[in-house]
């Protein structure tokens, strides 16, 4: 297909040098830390293979025709989010106040973005400690005793989320293709081949079959409002969604590149990193009767170094896999600001780096909540911020309602207003099946879907108040 239009205006950011580099690129955005580090702690603190497949229905009938849909904006566009939908109001006729989707993405990046880097940082760190040793012959509970010396450490938490705010300042900086294809061209490639060595290991040295029962075998009386709400909340966090980060890297995709295939080439490739982390993971934590399934956030950080201090050629691995898990969260983080700082510069007129700066700090100062959350905050859990710390409400907000509610609201505006010449010049459809089957999903199913779930656990939440 070629659909390549003399009309399409090009993004003054430049753009993907083709269709290859964007499917990496958005890859690269997509894959993170969500797949390697929440989805396997999310998936054991919600009892595995029944929460798995609410997460995977999510991906295939909401996610991945939400991320068309965002593309599709961004690349009819080729501006940032907010004026990406401001110019398809005006295509199709629909309100102006649309544009505040954009505007409620570019916070929702922000947000994440601040304890995404604090995260990120514990990957750091692990590099370090991997490097020089400290996992050699650990048993798991000298692992968890490491991973709780880290959280407790204020200073090492700092110096890390500072480190890796720096890092993605640098790249965003350096501009589009430059900075984000290069990083997405030469390290996503590496993460694969570290997954499948760690998949491996988990078959040969860990309780492997109890993995994959726990995985895949779903046990619904599991799931509860709550655990529903967190797995769809996850399919838009892990696929990058519903906050204008694939909207913008839409926006630098060729012309020439068939948006259908593309999107869900990414999409798969985004669940297979999850599926196999997972699969590294849990073999390891059944192993090990000391480790928790429901361990939460240190999941990964206490798990991973057990099978690191005890595999042959572990110091060489266990390092390069957490540099490996740090480029991914890299290549996210890039993706979670550069929808507010191609907004700055094309609005405001300010330079790349400028713009690029202040995002970073307003972040890293927002970050500072997040570190805190795990020392002289971690007992703050006022009612206003739903009793949650402000790590984990950060978390929950964006999550679970701004990402989904972001989406939804993509997938409205483009389904029922987009003008049948625009979806066809986007998409290039070549049977009209296809078209009603992505319309259908966007107008009905996945606004029903998302609502639907919002509305289980408000029940759930009211219903608990009241008992
Ligand atoms: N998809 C990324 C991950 O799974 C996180 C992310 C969310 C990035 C939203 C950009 C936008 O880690």
């Keep these: 297909m070629d659909n390549q239009n003399s009309h399409t205006p090009k993004s003054i950011h430049g753009t993907w040098s083709s269709r290859w580099t964007f499917i990496l690129a958005a890859t690269g955005s997509a894959v993170g830390l969500g797949n390697i580090w929440k989805f396997p702690y999310i998936a054991g603190e919600n009892g595995g293979g029944a929460f798995v497949l609410v997460y995977l229905l999510c991906i295939a009938i909401v996610g991945i025709p939400i991320m068309m849909a965002e593309v599709f904006l961004g690349r009819n566009a080729r501006r940032n989010p907010v004026n990406a939908v401001e110019v398809f109001t005006r295509q199709s006729g ?20 601040s304890f995404y880097s604090v995260v990120a940082g514990w990957a750091l760190h692990y590099v370090f400690a991997s490097i020089s040793g400290t996992f050699t012959d650990i048993s798991a509970a000298g692992s968890d005793a490491f991973f709780g010396g880290l959280l407790g450490d204020p200073k090492a938490l700092l110096g890390w989320h500072s480190t890796f705010t720096l890092m993605t300042f640098i790249i965003v900086a350096s501009g589009v293709s430059k900075g984000l294809g290069a990083v997405a061209k030469y390290m996503m490639p590496f993460l694969f081949l570290a997954l499948a060595v760690l998949l491996v290991y988990g078959f040969l040295a860990g309780n492997f079959k109890a993995g994959v029962m726990f995985l895949f075998t779903p046990n619904f009386s599991a799931l509860t409002g709550d655990s529903i709400l967190i797995a769809m909340g996850h399919a838009f966090f892990t696929l990058s969604l519903g906050m204008g980060a694939i909207m913008a890297y839409g926006a630098y995709m060729p012309s020439s590149a068939n948006i259908g295939k593309t999107i869900l080439t990414v999409g798969i490739l985004d669940t297979l990193v999850a599926l196999v982390a997972g699969l590294a993971i849990f073999p390891i934590v059944f192993a090990n009767p000391t480790i928790e399934v429901g361990a939460g956030p240190g999941l990964l950080f206490v798990s991973l170094p057990i099978a690191f201090g005890s595999m042959p050629l572990g110091l060489l691995i266990g390092t390069l896999f957490f540099a490996l898990v740090a480029v991914a969260a890299w290549s996210s983080a890039v993706s979670l600001i550069e929808p507010a700082i191609a907004w700055l510069i094309e609005n405001k007129g300010w330079k790349r780096i400028k713009a690029a700066g202040i995002v970073a700090g307003c972040c890293w100062l927002l970050g500072l909540l997040t570190v805190a959350s795990f020392g002289p905050l ?12 402000p790590f984990d409400f950060f978390d929950f907000l964006t999550s679970q309602i701004m990402l989904p509610l972001g989406g939804v609201l ?6 029922w207003k987009a003008p049948a010449a625009l979806l066809q010049k986007e998409f290039g459809f070549k049977s009209q099946k296809t078209q009603t089957l992505l319309l259908f999903l966007l107008r009905f199913v996945s606004p029903t879907l998302v609502l639907l779930i919002m509305a289980i656990k408000l029940f759930e939440t009211l219903s608990q108040l009241g008992a």
């Design 94 to 113: 629909a309100s102006h106040n649309w544009r505040y989707i954009g505007v409620m993405g570019v916070i929702a990046g922000l947000l994440i973005m």
């Design 410 to 415: 993509i997938a409205l505006l483009v389904a």
């Design 378 to 389: 971690a007992e703050f859990k006022p009612a206003w911020l739903l009793y949650f710390t």
